[in-house]
């Protein structure tokens, strides 16, 4: 699901940046209104912590399933502005801390003893969760998190304005640069992928037949391929035919529906606004490969909710895990389906939401099962901005791909080092 504010910043990346923060205690604790929306249970009090989504309904929709659950008051409170990651991880800083929240897996808060082991509650229905989501959320054989929405990203195209210029569904990062260009007039341009493009930074990887790291946690990233990649990046944001300083971010499909431009990188959940928008006049593909070695690729997103293994009530806290994400199926479907389009991790739901099952829904969960990639819970906030910084280096300000990768590398490497040895 989307943010709702406009403001031109990369969720994950800031969220991730704010754990670093407190992870060094340098976020101070918040104040103010906490919105707090309390349950009907006369048993212990517990607060979650939520980031503030775009779609119509979900702060409503999150505050129906806390009062419909008996052996708790779960309270809500509702960041609505995007400073959400700096309020979560100040708050965990301090004995105002939540019980639970929604987060991306992150290595360092298993390390720090900040997040529950969740196995116990997992394991009775680990066959039905997407094997990479299990995966995303394991250290150490031990599952931390229940993965609530998978949110794969691809290109929306308009497919009047691809027929109109003869443009053929892009598969390779050259064709794509190619569209652009076609598809580009004075008032239409014709690419978006966000204003610094560090969307598109793991899924060019991926599609260029590398990865960030190997299942031994080293660098994966630094190859040929990827190198051609950044090139052929530079080369499209050089060409005049990217839409850049857009005024909202690659995450809301405003500049798509308003035809700033004719294709963008946005995430499942935009589906029913730009259905709403354009008719069926749109479509949906992976990212191209980079190279014609590599293969296309979809990535993957999505939210998680944790138990904060340093509150009061750890236990109370795994109970209502369990009841809402493990146990009521009917409303992990409507959190996916009903507030924008979200495949949920239940591989039974994913199969029998019906929402899911025809169109560009149903044409995004098959691109997802064939071309997903999944965050690695071992890539920390430092890496991916070493990674940001080869894209600011290489692509936005024309430098030497390799010189900016071994840079990367040195980083990445130190990383490594402190959290495997």
Known sequence: MSASSNTNWNRRAVLQAALGLAA????AACGGNNGRSGGSSSGPTLNQYFHAYGEAGTEQAIKKYAKAYDKANVTTQWITSSDFESKLFA???TKNAPDLFEFHPQIQLVRSGQVADLTDIIDPVKSDFNPADIASHTVDGKIYGVRMIDDPQFFFYRKSMLEKAKVDVPTTLDELAEAAAKLTTGKVKGLYMGNDLHSVIFPMIWSAGADTLTAKNEIAYHTPGVVEGIKKMRKLFTSGNLLLGAPTESWDPSSFTQGLCAIQFCGMWAMPAIQEALGDDWGVFPFPKTVDSGKQSVYNGGWSMFVNAKGKNVDAAKEYVKWLWIDQKEYQEDWATSYGFHIPPRISLAKSATKLKTGNA?????????????????????MITALEDVFANSVRKGGDPEAALDKADTAVNRELKKLFG
């Open 91 to 93: 708050t965990l800083l």
């Open 24 to 27: 060094a205690g340098g976020l």
């Open 362 to 382: 149903a044409e995004g969960v098959r691109l997802f099962n064939e071309f997903g990639h999944f965050d690695n819970i071992g890539w920390t906030q430092a």
